[in-house]
C-alpha cells in the first residue's frame, strides 16, 4: 500500500464512528489505540500508539496476513516487520467441527437497588454481580427502572458451544415478581458469537 493509500485509510479511522456495527475499539496499555474493521473474509486492524500508526489486514478464508504498513517504519523495515507477521503461528484451539450445545446450570441472584440509580449504575450492578448476562444487562437495567424495582429476583444461565474459530453463547436471564423465585415476570436471552481463533471452520 502507498504512503497515500495509508494516509486515506488512516483518516478513514480516525472519522469511523466507534459504534459502528462492523467495527471495534479498544484502549492498550500506554495509551494506544486498536480498532479492527471487518468486511467479509477480510480484517482490518488498525493501531495508534506512541511509535506511530500501523494498519495491517489480514483474511480469514486463507488464514494470512496480506498487508502491513505503518507511517514510522521505512519501506524495508515494514517488509522485514511483514515477514516477521507472516511467520507468527498459532495453533487453533476451537473444535473444526461444531460441537454440542454445553448446559448451564440456573442460578438465583437478589439485587437491591437504592430507588434514585440509574439505569447506568443498575447495567453496571448486574454486570458485575450476575456473570455471563452480557448485552442483557442494559435491556434488564430498563426494565428495572421502569418497574420502580427496589430488590429485583434474578436468575441466569450461560449455554455454549464451538463451532470452527468462534464459540457461540446464548444468555438467559429470568426476572421473577416473588423472593421464592415464582412468578415469572420477563425472560430474555442473547445470543453471542465469539471469535477465540483465527481461520477454521465457521459454520
Do not use: C
Not at 145 to 171: N, V
Amino acid at each position: 500500500m502507498s504512503r497515500l493509500g495509508i494516509s486515506f485509510v488512516l483518516l478513514f479511522f480516525f472519522l469511523m464512528p466507534s459504534q459502528s456495527a462492523n467495527a471495534e475499539k479498544e484502549q492498550m496499555p500506554s495509551g494506544s489505540v486498536f480498532s479492527q474493521l471487518v468486511v467479509g473474509s477480510i480484517v482490518t486492524t488498525f493501531i495508534n500508539s506512541e511509535e506511530g500508526k500501523m494498519l495491517v489486514t489480514f483474511d480469514r478464508r486463507t488464514g494470512t496476513f496480506t498487508s502491513l504498513t505503518a507511517d514510522f517504519l521505512s519501506e524495508n523495515e515494514e517488509q522485514e516487520q511483514f515477514r516477521i507477521l507472516k511467520a507468527v503461528r498459532v495453533n487453533e484451539v476451537a473444535a473444526t467441527k461444531p460441537t454440542k450445545w454445553n448446559y448451564g446450570k440456573w442460578k438465583n441472584y437478589k439485587i437491591t437497588i437504592e430507588e434514585k440509580a440509574t439505569v447506568a449504575i443498575i447495567t453496571t450492578a448486574i454486570l458485575g454481580l450476575i456473570p455471563y448476562v452480557g448485552k442483557l444487562a442494559a435491556p434488564v437495567a430498563a426494565l428495572v427502572i421502569t418497574w420502580k424495582l427496589k430488590t429485583g429476583y434474578f436468575s441466569a444461565k450461560k449455554d455454549f458451544r464451538f463451532a470452527g474459530s468462534y464459540m457461540l453463547e446464548k444468555q438467559h436471564l429470568k426476572i421473577w415478581k416473588k423472593s421464592n423465585y415464582t412468578q415469572l415476570r420477563e425472560y430474555k436471552t442473547a445470543d453471542e458469537k465469539i471469535w477465540i481463533a483465527w481461520g477454521g471452520d465457521e459454520s
